[in-house]
C-alpha cells in the first residue's frame, strides 16, 4: 500500500502549477507562573516552529511549563523557501501590556495570553493587509521560554 506522502506527492505532480502548497508552521505556546505580581500566569509565544515533532521536542525539554501549539498557515510564501532562521511576521488585533519600563512605558514582550490574527512571509505583506493591528517579529527556530521576537513599530 502507498503511504500517504507518496499519494500527495503524486497528486501535487498532476496539478502541476495549479497547486499552490502553502507553508504551515507550529506556534508554540507556553503558560507559566508569571514573574510579574500582577499577573497569575503567563503564556507568551515561546516558539516558532516548522514541524509537530519540534513542538513535542519543547514540550519534553520543558516539562515546567504547559506547552500548547497551534498550526498556522503563513501567507506570501509561494516560492519562497522558509528555513530555520527566516523571518516571519504575526499580526494581532490587540496586545496587552504586561510591565513598565523605568520610564513608565508598556512593555509588550511577554503577554499574558497572545493571539496572533495572521502570520505573514514578509513584513510589506503584513503591513499592507493588517494596517491596524500589531506587528511581531519572530524567527522560525526561536526557542525562548520568556517570549519569541519583538513588536514592530
Known amino acids: ?71 498556522r498557515k503563513v501567507q506570501n510564501t509561494e516560492g519562497i523557501e522558509m528555513t530555520a532562521g527566516s523571518s516571519l511576521f504575526l499580526t494581532h488585533t490587540t496586545l496587552l501590556p504586561y510591565d513598565e519600563d523605568d520610564d513608565g512605558n508598556p512593555i509588550f514582550g511577554i503577554m499574558d495570553s497572545p493571539r496572533p490574527s495572521a502570520l505573514y512571509g514578509s513584513r510589506d505583506t503584513a503591513e499592507q493587509k493588517a494596517t491596524d493591528e500589531y506587528l511581531h517579529k519572530v524567527t522560525l527556530g526561536e526557542i525562548n521560554l520568556r517570549g519569541v521576537g519583538g513588536l514592530l513599530e
Do not use: N, T
Not at 3 to 26: F, P
Not at 31 to 50: N, R, T, W
Open 1 to 71: 500500500m502507498a503511504s500517504l506522502g507518496s499519494i500527495l506527492a503524486k497528486i501535487k505532480l498532476r496539478l502541476g502549477s495549479k497547486y499552490s502548497e502553502e507553508l504551515m508552521v507550529y506556534v508554540v505556546y507556553g503558560k507559566q507562573p508569571s514573574p510579574f505580581p500582577d499577573l497569575d500566569y503567563i503564556e507568551p509565544i515561546i516558539a516558532i516552529v516548522a514541524s509537530e515533532l519540534e513542538c513535542f521536542a519543547i514540550q519534553e525539554k520543558h516539562p515546567e511549563i504547559q506547552v500548547s501549539w497551534e498550526a
